[in-house]
């Protein structure tokens, strides 16, 4: 079997069996096809490789300087194939399962202060060539402050989810899960507002006899609707006519802002945990620590007892 057959194979199951997204496949094809390069170079069958030849890549990619995120995304790429590999009867091995990698460093997120995102808002009605771009842009930026959905769940959004002013919607996230996620009145009425501007867009084109879009947010990108590159330009856009840093904002920093304002106000872990759709909840306490930061720097700042006394 070719490298490149072996890996079609790896990342047709890995969508059929357990769900993964077009973009989680990318990334393992990535992944694999400069391992494979690696091998080749040195006249060796990515299926024949030793435990050896795996720590050998991973030390050239050191080498090349890539970061340690990287590596160990990349390793654990090279062990969920080999695993199919050993299960399919490839091999009679593993040479991966051993192998330990860097290890991934825990960075804080970065996070919006609820001003910052409230300029956000503000700043998102000025943006925009027509009315119905406004209200477009309004209604993606509520929605994901609202919900703290990932970006790609946002943008393939379907129509038929927010129809008829509901007060909560139905969000397919990783690996198929759905959860049911709660809308804010503000959100709600951004909806409402592009609706009305999105229906009238479709009803021209079905006059013209062009096909109708299921999508929230249709465009002619080969997906058929707006792109998650798309949405993350629009928003450092947005973020300039804010006042903000772009280097400040993007759509995960929204999501983060949701997460952490909810903690801030009170809400428990479990309960972000469900709606922000992460599996462990372990994942979630990450936003507990960006809170402790916050606390720590408002004592260290407006405490009396923790000013410097004048000299």
Same mark, same amino acid.
């Given at each position: @079997?070719?490298?490149? /057959?072996?890996?079609?194979?790896?990342?047709?199951?890995?969508?059929?069996?357990?769900? $993964?997204?077009?973009?989680?496949?990318?990334?393992?094809?990535?992944?694999?096809? =400069?391992?494979? $390069?690696? #091998?080749?170079?040195?006249?060796?069958?990515? #299926?024949?490789?030793?435990?050896?030849?795996?720590?050998?890549?991973?030390?050239?990619?050191?080498?090349?300087? #890539?970061?340690?995120?990287?590596?160990?995304? /990349?390793?654990?790429?090279?062990?969920?194939?080999?695993?199919?590999?050993?299960?399919?009867?490839?091999?009679? =091995?593993?040479?991966?399962?051993?192998?330990?990698?860097?290890?991934?460093? +825990?960075?804080?997120?970065?996070?919006?202060?609820?001003?910052?995102?409230?300029?956000?808002?503000?700043?998102?009605?000025?943006?925009?060539?027509?009315?119905?771009?406004?209200?477009?842009?309004?209604?993606?930026?509520?929605?994901?402050?609202?919900?703290? @959905?990932?970006?790609?769940?946002?943008?393939?959004?379907?129509?038929?989810?927010?129809?008829?002013?509901?007060?909560?919607? #139905?969000?397919?996230?990783?690996?198929?899960?759905?959860? @049911?996620?709660?809308?804010?009145?503000?959100?709600?009425?951004?909806?409402?507002?592009?609706?009305?501007?999105?229906?009238?867009?479709?009803?021209?084109?079905?006059?013209?006899?062009?096909?109708?879009?299921?999508?929230?947010?249709?465009?002619?990108? /080969?997906?058929?609707?707006?792109?998650?590159?798309?949405?993350?330009?629009?928003?450092?856009?947005?973020?300039?006519?804010?006042?903000?840093?772009?280097? +400040?904002?993007?759509?995960?920093?929204?999501?983060?802002?949701?997460?952490?304002?909810?903690?801030?106000?009170?809400?428990?872990?479990?309960?972000?945990?469900?709606?922000?759709?992460?599996?462990?909840?372990?994942?979630?306490?990450?936003?507990?620590?960006?809170?402790?930061?916050?606390? /720590?720097?408002?004592?260290?700042?407006?405490?009396?007892?923790?000013?410097?006394?004048?000299?």
């Amino acid at each position: @079997m070719t490298p490149g /057959r072996a890996i079609a194979t790896f990342l047709q199951a890995q969508a059929a069996e357990l769900g $993964a997204s077009e973009n989680t496949q990318a990334a393992y094809g990535r992944d694999l096809q =400069d391992f494979t $390069a690696f #091998l080749c170079e040195r006249d060796i069958a990515p #299926l024949d490789v030793t435990r050896a030849g795996i720590e050998a890549y991973l030390v050239d990619c050191n080498t090349r300087g #890539l970061a340690a995120s990287t590596r160990a995304r /990349r390793l654990s790429s090279i062990r969920q194939f080999f695993r199919f590999a050993y299960e399919e009867g490839w091999r009679g =091995d593993n040479p991966a399962i051993q192998i330990t990698g860097p290890g991934r460093q +825990k960075r804080l997120p970065k996070v919006l202060s609820t001003d910052e995102v409230d300029r956000l808002i503000t700043a998102t009605g000025t943006v925009g060539r027509t009315p119905a771009d406004r209200a477009r842009n309004l209604c993606l930026i509520e929605l994901l402050y609202a919900t703290g @959905m990932r970006v790609s769940e946002l943008v393939s959004l379907p129509v038929a989810a927010l129809r008829g002013d509901p007060a909560a919607i #139905l969000v397919r996230g990783k690996g198929g899960k759905e959860r @049911m996620v709660p809308l804010s009145r503000p959100a709600r009425a951004a909806v409402t507002a592009w609706l009305a501007h999105r229906d009238a867009a479709e009803a021209q084109a079905q006059a013209a006899r062009r096909p109708g879009s299921p999508h929230l947010f249709p465009s002619r990108s /080969r997906a058929g609707h707006l792109t998650r590159h798309r949405f993350y330009l629009l928003l450092k856009e947005i973020a300039v006519a804010a006042g903000i840093a772009p280097a +400040k904002v993007s759509p995960h920093v929204l999501r983060h802002a949701f997460a952490t304002h909810l903690l801030s106000g009170g809400a428990d872990l479990r309960s972000i945990q469900s709606l922000l759709g992460h599996a462990d909840v372990g994942t979630t306490e990450i936003y507990t620590h960006v809170l402790d930061d916050r606390l /720590r720097d408002l004592v260290l700042g407006h405490h009396p007892l923790a000013r410097k006394p004048d000299g």
